[in-house]
């Protein structure tokens, strides 16, 4: 079986412009491909995970990935899939935000000896003269197709800007640019990109009369159809500051039963023969299925050493009076233990809850314990008298979060 083949065994080709191309291409190594990342946060997530994964599997087939992050096109702000205009971000957020993403594609991609590339695409778009772009790129691009864009579709009622109404050409000129500089003949996307990645396609063959080639990844979805790698408190990130790595072992712990195989093909490396095996496994066995899952995602982000740690405190948590040392700990001086800390303050610090309101709506729709107590007083104060018997103050959100408190 080639890399194209397992590529569509595991469920990840949603869209392709010539099957026949680009399966002769990644099957014999001579993909020269690349996916985009726009550096809008100062961290990757979920949402970038699987492409990150597809980077690996290619690479490791003997494939060469370029790996561009969008300095310049996070100037701008892609549409696709949002219902309002995205933030904008100052130069200075965007060097930190890159620097972040850097550190992290290391993790899964090899840039060692040339077989892999980084590149800013703020490299040679910033510096591009307006008039030079509209004489070199404007005649090529339809405004009626553009506007016919799946990309543009769903920003129409609300307003969209010219601002973004420009991004679609912007990342087309990416592909043309790595193209003729890096002899890139692959793109890659999430199936919301697809517009986009067929305006560079037709671009390098309009302007240099050859082919290029684009296939979009499928997007994670759950079994309701929502995009995965929400949680009520926002992104599940990579970084493990912001998303701590027994964190996102627990979200991949309590995917839906009506998930979890999919995640797996999807998402780990694990062979299809191992994960065939799974496919009639139900109830408790399930339970297992998600224990492999977290297991395998949180060794491919964090590591075997916090992967093993996660799925030790996970499992001694739900153990007979077992906590676990290793469950996210805040720490806070003895003196303001002893002075008390209010049940917002605590969700928040422990980021719990993202604000004291959210906090507040979750003690009031009964979503919050302290040492197994639901917690129904949005004034409710804690403190060393609190402990329970491993010396900490737990706290549980939901069915899915939990957290420890104790003092320095």
Known sequence: ?????????????????????????????????????????????????????????????????????????????????????????????????????????ANFIDFSDDKAILVNNADWILDLNYIDV??????????????????????????????????????????????????????????????????????????????????????????????????????????PEKTSPYDFYQYWRNVDDADVLKCIKMLTFLPLEEIAKMEDWEGSQLNKAKEILAFELTKLVHGEEEAVKADTAAKNLFAKGGVSGDIPTTTYPQTELDEGKDILTLLVDTKLASSRGEGRRLVQQNGVSINGEKVTDINATFTTNDYNEDGVILIKKGKKAFHQVKAD
């Open 1 to 105: 079986m080639g890399i194209y083949e397992e590529l569509q065994a595991r469920g990840l080709i949603a869209q392709v412009t010539d099957e026949d191309r680009i399966r002769k291409l990644v099957n014999n190594g001579e993909a020269v491909f690349y996916i985009g990342f726009d550096p809008t946060a100062d961290s990757l997530h979920v949402g970038h995970f699987m492409a990150l994964c597809l980077m690996k599997r290619l690479q490791e087939a003997g494939n060469k990935p370029i790996a561009l992050i969008g300095g310049g096109t996070a100037m701008i702000g892609d549409p696709s899939g949002k219902s309002d205009m995205r933030k904008m971000l100052t130069k200075e957020q965007i060097d930190h935000n890159i620097e972040c993403f850097k550190k992290q594609m």
């Open 134 to 239: 509209l004489r070199e790129v404007g005649p090529h691009f339809s405004v009626n197709r553009m506007l016919a864009a799946e990309c543009y579709k769903q920003r129409m009622e609300k307003g969209l800007s010219f601002l973004e109404f420009n991004y679609m050409i912007m990342q087309s000129f990416d592909f043309y640019k790595l193209f003729q500089d890096y002899g890139c003949n692959l793109q890659f996307g999430g199936d919301d990109q697809w517009s986009n990645m067929l305006g560079g396609t037709e671009l390098i063959r309009r302007k240099l009369g050859e082919d290029a080639s684009a296939m979009t990844i499928t997007l994670l979805l759950n079994s309701e159809g929502k995009k995965m790698g929400k949680t009520v408190s926002g992104a599940v990130w990579l970084d």
